[in-house]
Nanobody, 117 residues
Framework: QVHLVESGGGLVQPGGSLRLSCAAS????????MGWYRQAPGKERELVAT???????NYADSMKGRCTISRDNAKDTMYLQMNSLKAEDTAVYYC???????????WGQGTQVTVSS
C-alpha cells in the first residue's frame, strides 16, 4: 500500500498563492502519472493538473496560467503552486498517483484550500 500525504493547504485571500505538496511513501518513479484533483462541496471531484514520469504536464482550463505542477523525484514529492487564487478554487485538494500498466491507483487524504477574504 502506497501512502500519499498532502500538505500546504489553508486559508488564503483572493489573489493569494499557495504551494501544495504530496509526499509519497515510495519512489514516485514507480508511477507513470501523478496529479492533483479537487472537490468542492456538492460537486464532483475534478482534475486540476497532471504530470507524467517524463515531466509532461497537463492543466484544467480553469487553472491554466494560474498554477504549476512539478515533481521532485529525489524527494518523492509532487507540488502544485497556485497563484491568483479565486473563491471558486475553494475545495479539498487530493493527490493521485497512477501506474495504469500495473493497475495501481492511489489517493491521498486531501488538504483543504479555502479562498476567502
Amino acid at each position: 500500500q502506497v501512502h500519499l500525504v498532502e500538505s500546504g493547504g489553508g486559508l488564503v485571500q483572493p489573489g493569494g498563492s499557495l504551494r501544495l505538496s504530496c509526499a509519497a511513501s515510495e519512489s514516485i518513479l514507480s508511477f507513470n502519472v501523478m496529479g492533483w484533483y479537487r472537490q468542492a462541496p456538492g460537486k464532483e471531484r475534478e482534475l486540476v493538473a497532471t504530470i507524467t514520469r517524463g515531466g509532461y504536464s497537463n492543466y484544467a482550463d480553469s487553472m491554466k496560467g494560474r498554477c504549476t505542477i512539478s515533481r521532485d523525484n529525489a524527494k518523492d514529492t509532487m507540488y502544485l503552486q497556485m497563484n491568483s487564487l479565486k473563491a471558486e478554487d475553494t475545495a479539498v485538494y487530493y493527490c493521485n498517483a497512477k501506474e495504469p500498466l500495473l493497475k495501481r491507483d492511489y489517493w491521498g487524504q486531501g488538504t483543504q484550500v479555502t479562498v476567502s477574504s
